[in-house]
């Protein structure tokens, strides 16, 4: 069975893209552009509020895909916005083509990542809702390893909900009691 790469480089419905560090790959209110998967880089997605606050809704790096999943499944303009906080390679592709042409068993593949980056995101959600801040940077530790010394720490607070003194009394106290 090919590799989740392999396919996407097959696919003639896809194209690799190189962005600069800052630049976008959408917008708010751009139409769709697609689904993108990370091979090299970190992207953000992320809202404006009326106020001008940004509020980041999701990080991914190399063998991850972004998105605004809504946009893409509803055929709308995308609500995030979805810039490269590094230098990035990507491949952007229409989910709905490259599906049509690969095997089944490369479907159920591709179908599994989907799901458990679903399954990230909502239990995401489900910490935001419920959880004290402490539990939900440390789930961020565990699930991103390789994003903590990658990110800027205001960014890392705006994706746990906290303000970035909150982040840097936290990971003291961490510190502390190791």
Partial sequence: MRDI???LNSDSNSS???FKKGAFVQKADD??????YITKGILRSYIIDSSGKEHIYAFASEKH???DLEAMEFN???QLYIDC???SEVIIFNQEKLLN???KEEVIEFNELLRRNIGKLQRRILMLIGSPAVDRYLYFVDTYPNLINRLPQRMIASYLGIAPQTLS???RKILQSE
Avoid at 31 to 36: H, P
């Fill in 169 to 171: 009394t936290l990971r």
């Fill in 16 to 18: 690799k893209k190189t």
């Fill in 31 to 36: 139409s769709i552009a697609g689904s993108v």
């Fill in 101 to 103: 042409n690969l095997s």
């Fill in 76 to 78: 709308q303009s995308s």
């Fill in 85 to 87: 906080l590094e230098d």
């Fill in 65 to 67: 895909f972004i998105g």
């Fill in 5 to 7: 790469l392999t396919i």
